[in-house]
């Protein structure tokens, strides 16, 4: 599967930190019937890519990607641990390198235009623009989709429940990262409950007309 494949499946990609192991496969479970089934771990815990490794065997509809990879060596590990996808905030020559060597779907960050020709001129044609808040959000987007109009972007870092399909009505948005589906007071709480619901009004949101159609 390409990283085109695994965006098209997911309007949001919830972006999940877990910090204590029992709570991986109760959320994965709760996202994936909510409708969300692509999910990215970051790398933020001691845990995390165990916790890859338990979403990824015990979740049926699921797809775990591992997300702030920084490290070459993490393309083989987030493979081993049975990861569909690796994200990264962004592109170095040898993230690059690593990720050549491997049949992993990647999807690398930018936050400039001339890191987005960079990372097309290497062959991405579907970016992660991050910090998209920082980096201009809509309105950087809009400007790249002139000079750049084969790159897909799945922005990430500001999106929320109150701005998420403004992004994805954008027509070189592919998906949006963020994590407000999976607060971390609900994960704390054990809320698997609220964390479905949440996942499944973003599909409800974008059911709705937007306001003046």
Request: aromatic content about 6%; charged content about 15%.
């Amino acid at each position: 599967m390409k990283i085109d494949d695994i965006l098209a499946k997911s309007p949001v990609i919830p972006v999940i930190v877990i910090e204590r192991l029992e709570q991986a496969v109760p959320l994965a479970e709760a996202l994936v019937e909510g409708g969300l089934p692509v999910l990215e771990v970051t790398l933020r815990s001691a845990v995390a890519m165990q916790a890859v490794r338990e979403i990824a065997h015990a979740v049926d509809g699921a797809i775990v990607g591992v997300g702030t990879l920084t490290r070459p060596a993490q393309f083989a590990e987030a493979i081993d641990a049975g990861a569909g996808f690796a994200v990264s905030p962004g592109l170095t020559d040898e993230l690059l390198a690593a990720s050549r060597e491997v049949e992993l779907p990647f999807l690398p960050g930018v936050f400039t235009p001339s890191e987005v020709m960079y990372a097309q001129q290497q062959g991405f044609h579907a970016l992660k623009l991050f910090p998209a808040r920082q980096a201009g959000g809509i309105g950087m987007l809009k400007a790249l989709a002139g000079p750049l109009p084969a790159v897909r972007f799945c922005p990430t870092g500001g999106i929320g429940a109150d701005n998420f399909a403004d992004f994805l009505a954008l027509p070189n948005v592919a998906s949006v990262g963020g994590s407000w589906v999976c607060p971390a007071e609900a994960i704390e709480n054990r809320d698997w409950r609220r964390i479905a619901g949440l996942a499944a009004a973003v599909h409800e949101t974008l059911k709705s007309p937007s306001p003046g159609a």
